[in-house]
């Protein structure tokens, strides 16, 4: 596949997950929790119809390696969790602070790394993360408290990509076994809801239940295009690229939602933004070296 073309999978990737809070708040009035539920089962059945009846992929060397399996049980967790907090910042307008988690999502990586990998941190790096971690740290100054969206999602997103890679294993069949071992929870849940009449939408709600199947393909396509991405492209051009999807977030928080977006925030992600031109010199000497 030439390389242009695997760029513009890249971009397509990034485009749909960069407005994907538009989506979000299609469906707002319906629980965060119900649509994660929802998105983990359609996404269970998009992914076995690929999987299993299309790509006929062989499941058996995941189910004998206890490793494979745990850590796909550890990032079938986190990205429950990433999901669930990401739907609940869109409906209750934190989607600018969901945007700066998804900023600081490469300072996160290299800390994962010194500490997990014992990577040594280079000096473009300590300034890089320096700058973020001022820009974070003002803003937890001006709030007065952590900015819990932000923190716990660019911990989970990090946490989830570094599980991932321990697990060794290609992303059609993670995601695969991933919301087959959360879809006995999510059916539950809804099962319950229904049962306690806690629900927040009607079956009988043709709109609401058309929305709500298509978070399957919502979260197939473009998890689909970033692997086919990643098959031409490097991962320099691709730490250039992932910067689209947070952009547009901040831009969709901003202009489409009217969040409020203050000096604070103003300084916050202009440290995060200098501390991004580090890390992406960072990224190009290593790909000439």
């Known amino acids: 596949m030439p390389k242009s073309k695997g760029i513009l999978y890249a971009i397509g990737a990034y485009l749909i997950w960069g407005t994907m809070p538009i989506y979000w708040y299609l469906l707002s009035g319906i629980s965060p ?25 062989d499941f058996r060397p995941i189910l004998r390696s206890k490793k494979k399996l745990l850590c ?18 869109v409906e209750n307008g934190h989607v600018v ?26 000096g473009i790096q300590k ?17 007065g408290k952590l900015p819990f969206v932000t923190i716990v999602l660019a911990c989970t997103f990090s946490l989830y990509g570094f599980m991932r890679k321990k697990a060794q294993v290609e992303s059609m069949p993670a995601l695969t076994v991933e919301t087959v071992i959360a879809l006995p929870v999510a059916l539950g849940f809804l099962a319950m809801t229904f049962i306690n009449h806690t629900n927040t939408y009607q079956l009988t709600d043709v709109s609401a239940m058309i929305l709500i199947m298509l978070t399957g393909p919502i979260t197939a396509i473009p998890l689909f295009l970033f ?13 250039f690229v992932q910067y689209l999807s947070p952009t547009l977030q901040l831009l969709v928080g901003v202009l489409l939602f009217k969040e409020v977006f203050t000096t604070a925030h103003i300084i916050c992600f202009s440290s995060i933004w200098a501390g991004l031109v580090f890390y992406s010199v960072y990224l190009i000497k290593g790909n000439r070296t």
């Not at 300034?127 to 709030?143: M, N, R």
């Open 33 to 57: 929790y119900e649509i994660v539920a929802h998105r983990i089962l359609w996404s269970a059945v998009l992914m076995f119809i690929l999987s299993v009846l299309i790509f006929k992929i």
């Open 227 to 239: 692997g086919k991405a990643t098959e031409t492209v490097s991962m320099t051009t691709l730490g």
């Open 72 to 89: 796909l049980l550890c990032t079938s967790a986190l990205i429950t969790i990433n999901w669930t907090l990401y739907i609940w910042a």
């Open 127 to 143: 300034i890089a993360i320096a700058f973020a971690f001022f820009g974070v740290a003002y803003l937890t100054f001006s709030y």
């Open 97 to 122: 602070d969901a945007s700066l988690g998804y900023y600081i999502n490469p300072f996160i990586n290299i800390i994962l790394g010194v500490l997990f990998l014992k990577e040594r941190l280079s």
